[in-house]
């Protein structure tokens, strides 16, 4: 369809709305569930910081169109099959946190109980130390005036999911375990099949449906030993886990794994704990029950091994982002300026070497030609700018920093570099992204069809955001608008790509004040 052919994504979802409008009369009753990504929240952080929206509250902004919206404060480093199970239960308890109505505030509650089943029974030696856990977060309700107060999710009472990042594939994986019987794995949640027709549609914002190159990226940045690694993220995890849930800033969730304060414990005891050779920490860092391996490549090749693509009950969508410019081919015209400067001249150079050799030394002034002028002309013509760069820094800045002691390996460059107006924490993992090679196990993984895996959005591959391999079609592709035929389930519809956004601008959390009208231009 010619209105859903735009290169930007954005601006086909735009459209799409837009033509559904004038057929559809929007059913407001189903809520909308968000679900976050890899190291997402549920309240606002501070009170402040939502993550849909940032500073800008989207679900009380759907509320005053009339839609009820769940927020659920699944855990933000777990494992998809975690974070699945608290997902599961949340929804299905009947109790949420909501609004003071007098402060406006959001009133948590921590009394619901999360079941994972037999799930780690196959690996104990990298198994949490318990599999139920208590006085866990509620999701957070913002409902509309019709809305029920004793809503549970079932087969009479459906919803709509959007995910941005891991947020898809945990969705992913409960419709899975939904759709097909999972009773060895999970008894009490999974023993019945043939309930993924409680989801009514999933859309995803930049999902890493096959995996993401940025774990590779820091492994290899921080070159460091592996009981280093563990001592490192000991510490953060023990400063972020010291105080009951109730009273964390931000809550990792993952007190089953025994990151926690025991009774009575000081935080040094604490922290040595969780520093020891085969402690909580390191079992977990060095599980695959985590998802920094659930985001990787092999995470998410593991998760099409069991877990279906999609659902014939469901309507799909998926959008996908970069933040990337391609990396100068040609050298910059301030290049031959740089060598210039360099701090011992070249002419100087020259002349030292010269200026006491018979015959050599009288023609000086032609050496110093060929290097300062025909010489540039050749090494521009010979060496192109991205291999000069990777020379600067592999073989110079590198081996400086990593002389004097740093363990770092200073990432190359690539094809691509991030945008100017990337949020600097996402700059370097960014730039690191767009020249991180892929394995040819992970290619092997991957198939025949790569496609371009360094355009990135400075955490998920662009490539991957599509959907789930196989499972996807353009939205250009789309016949009709009418979403109640059933050809039109079980299918990804990929709205297309934005290159104007990075990974927190996705979900709101914007650089720029303006940045929704910079990304979506008028028609």
């Known amino acids: 369809m010619e209105a859903l052919n735009n290169t930007d994504g954005l601006v086909n979802l735009r459209n799409l709305v837009q033509e559904l409008k004038k057929t559809t009369t929007a059913n407001k009753s189903a809520p909308i569930v968000f679900v976050p990504g890899f190291s ?36 933000p480093l777990s494992s998809n099959w975690e974070r699945a199970c608290e997902l599961y239960s949340q929804l299905i308890s009947g109790r949420f946190s909501t609004i003071n109505s007098k402060t406006s505030l959001i009133e948590e509650k921590y ?5 994972y089943g037999n799930y780690f029974a196959t690996d104990l030696a990298h198994a949490p130390e318990q599999t139920v856990t208590h006085h866990r977060r509620r999701a957070i309700l913002f409902p509309n005036s019709a809305f029920p107060n004793d809503w549970k999710w079932d087969k009479y009472r459906k919803v709509h999911f959007i995910c941005h990042s891991q947020g898809g594939n945990t969705v992913r994986y409960l419709i899975s375990l939904l759709a097909g019987a999972a009773e060895i794995l999970h008894p009490k949640y999974f023993s019945q099949a043939g309930r993924d027709n409680r989801v009514i549609s999933v859309t ?29 993220v000991a510490r953060l995890f023990a400063t972020a886990s010291f105080y009951p849930q109730e009273q964390r800033t931000y809550d990792l969730q993952l007190d089953h794994w025994g990151i926690r304060r025991n009774p009575g414990e000081t935080f040094q005891k604490m922290l040595l704990r969780l520093e020891s050779v085969n402690g909580p920490v390191c079992r977990w860092l060095n599980s695959t029950n985590n998802g920094f391996y659930d985001n990787s490549i092999e995470g998410c090749y593991a998760l099409s091994q069991h877990a279906i693509n999609t659902s014939p009950h469901i309507i799909y969508f998926s959008l996908s982002f970069h933040a990337t410019i391609p990396f100068p081919e040609n050298w910059p015209v301030w290049g031959k300026d740089a060598i210039d400067s360099f701090p011992t001249s070249i002419a100087s150079f020259v002349r030292g070497v010269t200026g006491n050799l018979p015959i050599i030394g009288a023609l000086t002034g032609v050496i110093i030609d060929a290097f300062t002028n025909t010489g540039w002309k050749f090494l521009t013509t010979v060496t192109s700018f991205s291999s000069f760069v990777q020379w600067v820094t592999q073989d110079v800045i590198t081996r400086v920093l990593q002389n004097l002691g740093y363990k770092v390996v200073l990432p190359k460059p690539g094809k691509y570099l991030p945008r100017k107006d990337v949020i600097p924490i996402m700059l370097l993992s960014a730039y690191a992204m767009g020249g ?40 250009s592709s789309l016949e009709d608008y009418d979403f109640s035929n059933p050809n039109k389930r079980g299918t990804y519809w990929h709205l297309g790509v934005n290159g104007l956004m990075d990974h927190a601008d996705e979900i709101g959390v914007f650089v720029e004040e303006d940045t929704v009208r910079l990304r979506v231009p008028r028609s």
């Not at 997402?40 to 169109?65: Q, R, S, T």
């Open 204 to 232: 995803t914002i930049g999902t890493p449906h096959r995996g993401t190159t940025i774990i590779d990226t820091i492994e290899n940045l921080l070159s460091r030993s592996r009981q280093q690694a563990v001592s490192l």
């Open 40 to 75: 997402g929240w549920g309240a606002p952080l501070f009170g402040a910081v939502n993550y849909f929206g940032g500073v800008i509250d989207i679900p009380a902004l759907l509320v005053n169109e009339g839609y009820t919206v769940i927020v659920a404060p699944v855990a």
């Open 111 to 115: 009394d619901l109980d999360v079941d």
């Open 436 to 475: 991180q090679d892929l394995t040819q196990a992970q290619k092997d993984l991957l198939g025949p069809d790569l496609g371009d895996w360094y355009q990135n959005d400075g955490v998920v591959n662009t490539e991957s955001m599509r959907g789930p391999g196989g499972a996807f079609k353009s939205i």
